[in-house]
C-alpha cells in the first residue's frame, strides 16, 4: 500500500492521457466521415452532370457549330479523357473552388454564386428568425394548451404552411398587399432609384444601407424583403412548431413535471424552466435544419419575386441546361446541409451532458 495517496480532484497522467488520445481519435473519426461525406457528394454531383442528356458542348457552341469548332470544345472541356480522369480533375478544380465557367453568364461560377447567394442569406435569415421567434412559442403553448382552440389553430397554420404552395402564396400576397393595398414592395429586392444609393459592404442589403445610415433606402429594402421572409417563414414556422409541440408533450407527461406541480411550482414555471430546459438542444437541432430548408426551398419563392438570389440562379441555370452552375449549386447545399449537421452534432455535445458521459 503507497504511503502517498493522490490528491483528490487529480486525475492521473495516464487518464488524462488517455482521454486527450479518445478525443483526438472522435475528431478523427469526425474528420474522415465529413470527408467521406463531401467526397460523395462530389461524386454524385459530377455523375448527375455527365449522365443527363445535355450536351455540354452544343450549350457552349450553340446547334449551329461546325464539326471542328465542336470536337476542339470537345477536347478543350475535357470530354476526351477517360470518366475516371475527368472526376479527378473535377475534384481538383472544386477544391480550389473553380466550378468551371456558367454557360448563362459567361462569369466564372463561384463569382456568380458569391454574388448571389447573399441576397438569398438575407432572405432565408429573415425567415428563419420570423419561423423561431413565433414557431416555438407556438409550440409550447400549443402542448401546455392540448386539444384546445389554441392548439387546433396553431395546427391548421401549420398545415397550411406545408400544404399551400410558396409560389401560389406569393402570387395571392402580392395581388393583395402589392397591388390591392400598396403596403409593400413589389418583385425584385430594392426599388431602381434607390440601387444606386446602396454600398456593398456585406451584401446584406438591410446592413449595407443601415450602415450608411440611408433610412429611406433601408425602408425601401424592408418593404421587398418582408413578404417573401414572411412566406418562408411560415414553412419555418410549421415545422418547428409541430416539432416542439412533439418534444414538449413528451417532456410533460414526464413524472419530475408532475412532481414539479405538486410541489407548488405553477405550471408556466413547470413548463417553460423545466420541461423547456430538457428539449433546447432538440430545437436548435430542428432550427438549424429548419435553416438549411430554407436555404435550398428558397428556389420558388425567388423566382415569383423577382428575387436576384441563390435560388433564382439555379433556376435559370437549369432552364438553359448550364450544368457547370448546376453541378456548383448543388455541392454548395449540400456542403450547407453537412455544416449545419455537425452544428447539431457539436451542439449535442456541449449542451447535453448524457452525450458527454457516453463518450467519456
Avoid at 261 to 284: D, E, P
Wanted: aromatic share 12%; net charge neutral.
Amino acid at each position: 500500500m503507497s504511503l502517498i495517496e493522490p490528491t483528490a480532484g487529480v486525475q492521473p497522467a495516464e487518464t488524462r492521457w488517455t482521454r486527450v488520445a479518445e478525443r483526438a481519435a472522435s475528431l478523427g473519426k469526425l474528420l474522415v466521415s465529413v470527408a467521406v461525406t463531401l467526397l460523395g457528394l462530389a461524386a454524385l454531383t459530377f455523375f448527375i452532370g455527365r449522365l443527363l442528356p445535355i450536351d455540354p458542348v452544343v450549350s457552349v457552341l450553340g446547334d449551329n457549330a461546325s464539326q471542328e469548332a465542336y470536337q476542339k470544345m470537345y477536347v478543350l472541356l475535357g470530354l476526351d479523357k477517360p470518366l475516371w480522369e475527368q472526376f479527378l480533375l473535377y475534384l481538383k478544380h472544386v477544391c480550389m473552388l473553380d466550378f468551371g465557367t456558367s454557360l448563362t453568364t459567361g462569369h466564372p461560377v463561384s463569382e456568380d454564386i458569391a454574388r448571389v447567394f447573399p441576397a438569398t442569406l438575407e432572405l432565408a435569415s429573415l425567415a428563419a428568425l420570423i419561423g423561431t421567434s413565433l414557431g416555438i412559442p407556438a409550440g409550447v403553448l400549443s402542448a401546455m394548451y392540448r386539444n384546445t382552440w389554441f392548439d387546433h389553430g396553431i395546427r391548421f397554420i401549420g398545415l397550411l404552411g406545408h400544404s399551400a404552395p410558396n409560389f401560389w402564396l406569393g402570387l395571392m400576397g402580392l395581388v393583395l398587399f402589392y397591388a390591392a393595398l400598396g403596403w409593400i414592395g413589389g418583385p425584385g429586392r430594392i426599388d431602381f432609384m434607390y440601387e444606386f444609393d446602396v454600398h456593398k459592404v456585406t451584401g446584406f442589403y438591410l446592413i449595407d444601407t443601415a450602415i450608411a445610415g440611408n433610412w429611406e433606402a433601408f425602408r425601401n429594402v424592408f418593404s421587398h424583403l418582408i413578404l417573401p421572409a414572411s412566406i418562408l417563414g411560415l414553412s419555418g414556422l410549421s415545422y418547428i412548431s409541430r416539432m416542439t409541440r412533439s418534444f414538449m408533450i413528451e417532456q410533460l407527461s414526464q413524472e419530475y413535471v408532475i412532481t414539479a406541480r405538486i410541489k407548488g411550482l405553477s405550471w408556466a414555471r413547470s413548463v417553460w424552466i423545466h420541461a423547456f430546459r430538457n428539449v433546447a438542444v432538440q430545437v436548435v437541432t430542428v432550427v438549424a435544419l429548419s435553416y438549411a430548408f430554407l436555404l435550398e426551398g428558397a428556389v420558388l419563392t425567388e423566382t415569383v419575386f423577382a428575387w436576384p438570389g441563390f435560388g433564382r440562379y439555379l433556376t435559370n441555370a437549369m432552364l438553359a441546361g448550364d450544368m457547370n452552375a448546376v453541378v456548383g449549386c448543388s455541392l454548395l447545399i449540400g456542403v450547407i446541409f453537412v455544416v449545419l449537421n455537425l452544428v447539431c452534432d457539436l451542439l449535442y455535445r456541449i449542451f447535453d451532458p448524457r452525450t458527454r458521459q457516453e463518450q467519456s
